[in-house]
């Protein structure tokens, strides 16, 4: 799911590992969609309302599963499942190409790509995808020109970071643990944001209708965390 795409060889893909154990038992198309953190509960894919007939993408789609959902379940015109993981990207063609041409992984930076297709798309959405892992001054930019005017923007990402410390104030990125393929110790950026500087961005990107829910951790523990669900249209 990470959205900064490496120039080859100049860079790891440190989404190699994620959701391979599952992949590996499971290939079916999920009977449901969530965006909390701990995928257990809380509202589905109808807060994305109507897709019948629109181009929808996920950003930061990682093994396409709740792309391949919306596909199997609702009537868009094409969902774009696009992540810079060459590994996510492959195992989201692997588990999910019988869902094309409705279904489009793609190989792609999210910001790279939506900056090349403006008003291209209906409906924009990320389940702890490029929202987190991508600069959301830029991000956010891009996402409301490739929006037609009146478009949808949904987005999960984290309330307060893995374990309840709180998020962050301004716009500050944390860098936070992950592996290389070979096991190789690292880290990445990611952005965990209160619900004031998600607000502002989203009016400084263009964006209008903004509403942002925090939905709490149902469960406690090390790996808890609530849920900040971001809702916003481009401006017509």
């Not at 995928?39 to 109808?46: L, M, N």
């Not at 590994?87 to 900056?115: F, K, N, T, V």
């Not at 849920?227 to 401006?235: G, S």
Request: aromatic share 6%; with cysteine.
């Amino acid at each position: 799911m990470k959205t900064t795409s490496p120039a080859q060889g100049a860079e790891p893909d440190l989404w190699h590992h994620y959701g391979r154990s599952r992949a590996d038992t499971d290939r079916t198309v999920p009977d449901s969609f969530s965006w909390v953190w701990a995928q257990d509960g809380g509202p589905g894919a109808e807060v994305l309302g109507d897709l019948t007939d629109l181009v929808v993408a996920d950003l930061g789609a990682g093994a396409a599963r709740h792309a391949a959902h919306l596909v199997a379940h609702q009537a868009p015109a094409r969902v774009d499942a696009i992540d810079a993981s060459s590994a996510q990207h492959a195992m989201a063609c692997s588990l999910y190409g019988c869902l094309a041409p409705r279904l489009r992984p793609l190989h792609a930076d999210a910001i790279e790509h939506l900056d090349a297709h403006p008003d291209e798309y209906d409906v924009l959405y990320s389940v702890f995808g490029s929202l987190c892992f991508a600069d959301p001054r830029r991000l956010l930019s891009v996402a409301a020109r490739a929006l037609r005017p009146g478009g949808l923007l949904v987005a999960s990402t984290l309330g307060c970071y893995v374990g309840g410390a709180p998020a962050e104030p301004d716009v500050r990125h944390a860098d936070i643990p992950a592996r290389t393929s070979d096991g190789t110790p690292t880290t990445m950026r990611r952005w965990v944001l209160q619900e004031h500087v998600w607000t502002k961005l989203l009016d400084e990107a263009g964006f209008t209708e903004i509403s942002i829910d925090r939905l709490p951790s149902a469960t406690s523990g090390s790996r808890s965390a609530d849920t900040l669900l971001v809702r916003a249209c481009r401006q017509g």
